[in-house]
């Protein structure tokens, strides 16, 4: 009798087991994944703050007398950058986050490339310019892209922080740190599309 | 309303495992109701302690299937692209539009979280596009010139990310194991009628002999698996092309989950409806006609491989499809 028992509980015990290393192994997969698109957000990013001097370098010689929207341009990109490379040094997103930080300076780069590209409208010259059209496509797909990449690790995240919150998977999770990461959201419903890349 | 995309993949998978079970279950039950089929009409010739037939059906069956399906894999995406005549475009053009095809194809391997695809293009008017190569890492997407210079960015966005949609479900390997199958049911008939022939040439008995109690099992043999043949043959062929319509439903749903923009891929489908020379692919394309981004043209509905194209608009936007002539004039 008492060994019966003994082997009931044995077998509970490595049902129990099993059922925590594999939920450990599901919620280290899910912050990969987590991790994983955070940085194709990063790449794009990177891209774009690269983008933008190129863009400003160009257009300067038709448009010199528009300086200071050109500069609220350069001063957001500025300021993206430096948001961006302090998520970085906090540890990505599922760091201590400054994810917000960065969706506001996003939301203001966004808000000045809006203004920079309803001024370039003046200028049919710069509408013409091949090297322009070139900017324009590379613009259009990088910002394509980070909002994909967006929408995707938004996903992900999800996922993530749900089966962390889930009982009893919140048990694993909470011993072993997991916590929620954070959504790039972005503040308005208008800069949630791309920006409309237009000379 | 646009589409729930969400709801309709769900609905386009579940059809996919039914009929991917109706087909396991048409070759067990034709490979049962050959055995018995043998037994019945072989009574007295026909006699071993386990189904011999039946056995020999779906063996047979799998075998060439699987031997096909390993031909099938031999080649990767760009073989097949290559073997239609398209050209790889060069991952640093200079060119404005392959520029855009380029940057067009990142943006929806980033949508979808897949490796970047090699990128063709085919020299032909027709707007349309296929995706080739079993696996996601050797996945191939071409478009044609005419979708480059018919169609506006979103449009193209949308036919590209249709394709991710069969490389993100895996298409290419279902139809492909789909035509191994049919390929082994119609190597059964081809097999059986050969045998026909060959017991014809050799069975010069005498009639009453030939016509004597359980007759010659051979023939009889024969005959059972020519039926059996040409009756999955039929029905494979069916299953196959519902399996591919249901997955071009399935890539263009997951197309609006990439782009979040059902209007891409719908007017695309638009421009290709108002084509005039759709049914005129490149000939050397038609043996790949079911991977096409449409293909129109096939004898009847019942065996395309696509759907109806005014369909997919319709399930795109939301809406419930009903056929031109269902809809009365209002005076």
């Known amino acids: 009798m008492l060994f019966q028992i003994g082997m009931g509980l044995l077998a509970l015990i490595v049902v129990g087991l099993l059922w925590a290393m594999s939920t450990y192994n599901r919620l280290v997969q899910l912050q990969n994944q987590v991790k994983n698109s955070w940085s194709q957000i990063d790449v794009q990013l990177q891209r774009r703050y690269d983008l933008i001097p190129n863009l400003i370098e160009s257009v300067k010689g038709y448009m010199n007398f528009e300086r200071s929207t050109l500069e609220a341009v350069i001063q957001a990109r500025n300021q993206a950058a430096s948001a961006r490379e302090k998520v970085a040094e906090n540890g990505g997103p599922t760091g201590e986050g400054s994810i917000k930080q960065l969706a506001q300076a996003e939301t203001v780069l966004k808000g000045a490339m809006t203004n920079f590209f309803a001024l370039a409208e003046n200028y049919p010259q710069l509408r013409a310019s091949e090297n322009m059209q070139q900017l324009q496509e590379e613009l259009t797909s990088t910002e394509n892209k980070i909002a994909f990449a967006r929408q995707a690790y938004n996903d992900q995240t999800m996922v993530y922080n749900t089966s962390q919150q889930q009982f009893p998977a919140n048990f694993i999770a909470t011993l072993f740190g997991h916590h929620p990461a954070e959504l790039f959201a972005v503040a308005d419903e208008a800069s949630k599309r791309p920006v409309k890349v237009q000379f | ?331």
């Not at chain 2, 085919?122 to 210079?149: E, K, R, W, Y």
């Open chain 2, 1 to 331: 309303m646009a589409m729930n995309f969400w709801e309709a993949q769900q609905r386009a998978r579940k059809r996919t495992s039914i009929y991917l079970f109706l087909f396991v279950v048409l070759t067990l039950a034709v490979s049962i109701f050959v055995e018995i089929a043998m037994r019945t009409f072989a009574e007295g010739s026909y006699d071993p302690p386990f189904p011999l037939l039946g056995s020999l059906f779906a063996l047979v069956t799998f075998f060439v299937a699987g031997f096909q399906y390993m031909q099938f894999c031999a080649f990767g995406g760009s073989y097949v692209a290559e073997s239609v005549g398209a050209v790889r475009v060069d991952e640093n053009t200079n060119h404005p539009e392959l520029r855009k095809l380029l940057n067009i194809v990142q943006e929806i391997a980033v949508a979808s979280a897949l490796p970047m695809p090699a990128v063709y293009v085919l020299q032909t008017p027709q707007i349309n596009a296929f995706a080739a190569g079993l696996s996601q890492n050797d996945a191939a997407v071409t478009v044609t010139t005419g979708c480059m210079s018919l169609l506006n960015r979103d449009e193209l966005q949308g036919v590209v990310a249709h394709e991710f949609g069969h490389i993100y479900n895996k298409d290419m390997k279902i139809s492909m194991r789909l035509a191994a199958m049919v390929m082994g049911f119609f190597f059964i008939l081809y097999f059986a009628m050969r045998m026909l022939q060959f017991s014809s040439y050799t069975n010069e008995r005498p009639r009453e002999e030939r016509n004597n109690k359980g007759g010659n099992p051979l023939l009889i043999g024969a005959l059972i698996m020519a039926v059996a043949g040409a009756f999955t043959w039929l029905f494979g062929s069916l299953l196959k092309a519902a399996v591919s319509r249901e997955r071009e439903y399935l890539a263009d749903a997951c197309a609006v989950q990439f782009t979040r923009d059902p209007s891409g891929i719908a007017n695309a489908l638009r421009k290709i409806a108002r084509e005039q020379n759709h049914n005129e692919m490149p000939a050397e394309g038609m043996s790949i006609s079911h991977m096409y981004f449409d293909d129109r043209g096939a004898f009847s509905s019942l065996f395309a491989t696509h759907p109806p194209i005014d369909k997919r608009i319709a399930a795109l936007e939301g809406r419930k499809y009903i056929p031109d002539e269902w809809n009365i004039p209002k005076p």
